[in-house]
C-alpha cells in the first residue's frame, strides 16, 4: 500500500513539474510572438532572439548530466528495492498461525508458520535498471563530444 502511495505521489510530482515546465515554455513563446507581431505593426526590425552558440561543450554537458542522473538513479532505486524487505512481525506471524488453526492446520503445520523465515519482498532489485535509459542517453550524448571534438581538433 505504501509502495503504491509512493509512486503515485512520484508521478504526480514528476507530471506537475513537466507541466510547469511545458505551461512556462509556451509562455515565453507566446510573449516573443507577441513582440515580434508589435515590431512587425511598428515596421521596426524584428528583435533577433538570443541564443548561445551550440558547441561540443554543450554535447559534454548533457551526456554528463544524464549519465550522473542514471547512475544516481540506478543508486537510489536499487537502495530502496535492497531496503524494502520486510520481516513479519511475531504478531503477524501468530495471526497467521491462528488462522491457520481455525482451518484445521496440525501443529506441525502451525509450528512451520511460526518459524518460517520467509521475508516480504517489496520493490524488486530489477527495477533499479531502469536507470540505464539515461545512463545510455548521457553515453550517446558523450560518444558525440568526443567525436565532434575530434573533428575540430583535426
Not at 509556451?26 to 508589435?38: I, P, S
Not at 488453526?101 to 509450528?111: C, D, I, K, V, Y
Amino acid at each position: 500500500m505504501q509502495a503504491e502511495l509512493f509512486f503515485a505521489f512520484v508521478f504526480i510530482f514528476v507530471g506537475a513539474i513537466v507541466v510547469v515546465t511545458l505551461n512556462n515554455r509556451f509562455r515565453v513563446r507566446e510573449l516573443e510572438h507577441k513582440e515580434a507581431l508589435a515590431a512587425l505593426e511598428k515596421g521596426v526590425d524584428l528583435p533577433v532572439r538570443q541564443t548561445a552558440p551550440w558547441t561540443p561543450r554543450a554535447y559534454l554537458l548533457h551526456g554528463m548530466i544524464w549519465l550522473f542522473a542514471g547512475l544516481g538513479a540506478m543508486a537510489a532505486l536499487i537502495g530502496i528495492s535492497a531496503t524494502s524487505v520486510r520481516v513479519p512481525s511475531m504478531e503477524e506471524k501468530l495471526r497467521a498461525v491462528s488462522e491457520a488453526r481455525s482451518r484445521g492446520a496440525t501443529p506441525e503445520e502451525a509450528q512451520m508458520l511460526l518459524h518460517d523465515p520467509h521475508t516480504e519482498q517489496g520493490i524488486p532489485i530489477g527495477v533499479g535498471l531502469l536507470g540505464l535509459i539515461p545512463v545510455g542517453i548521457g553515453m550517446a550524448y558523450l560518444v558525440f563530444y568526443w567525436v565532434e571534438r575530434k573533428k575540430l581538433i583535426s
